[in-house]
């Protein structure tokens, strides 16, 4: 599978390394089948322009997770992962954890999305949650 991580600002240098050893086991854990999956990491207003594009939702957010096999003609199976490093930011302040933990967490969100998870329940929420954070200690994030 082609992990693709692009880091479209440039005030924070991501832990790309890091990143690409949690992203394949939970590629691995959650057998997601797909042949490429891109990370492109970006400020708030490039999330809050993609959200409004499509979703209709005009605000920054923090993870949009979009599995575009069926919006490409190709026999492979692509997603695209976006994650807002300004909310990262944010979030790790309000959350009193390391951005590197923060970025982490949002990683392994927008995966877990793909895996068919999902937040919009309390219980949902939680489970999801549980799932993260799995990740996230196994690999000392």
């Known amino acids: 599978m082609e992990i693709n991580i692009i880091n479209e600002q440039k005030k924070i240098k991501l832990p790309i390394q890091k990143l690409r050893k949690l992203i394949k086991q939970v590629v691995s854990e959650e057998s997601l089948g797909f042949t490429q999956i891109n990370f492109i990491y ?18 920054p957010t923090d993870v949009l997770a979009f599995d575009l096999s069926d919006e490409i003609e190709t026999l492979d ?7 807002s490093l300004d909310r990262a930011f944010e979030q790790a302040k309000s959350y009193k954890v390391s951005f590197e933990n923060e970025v982490a967490r949002l990683t392994t ?20 949650r549980r799932r993260e954070n799995y990740y996230l200690r196994k690999f000392g994030f």
């Open 42 to 59: 970006v400020s708030d207003d490039f999330i809050q322009r993609i959200n409004k594009q499509f979703l209709n939702h005009d605000h």
């Open 77 to 83: 199976k692509i997603a695209e992962i976006y994650i």
């Open 109 to 128: 969100h927008g995966l877990l999305h793909l895996a068919g998870y999902k937040d919009d329940t309390r219980s949902a929420k939680i489970n999801m």
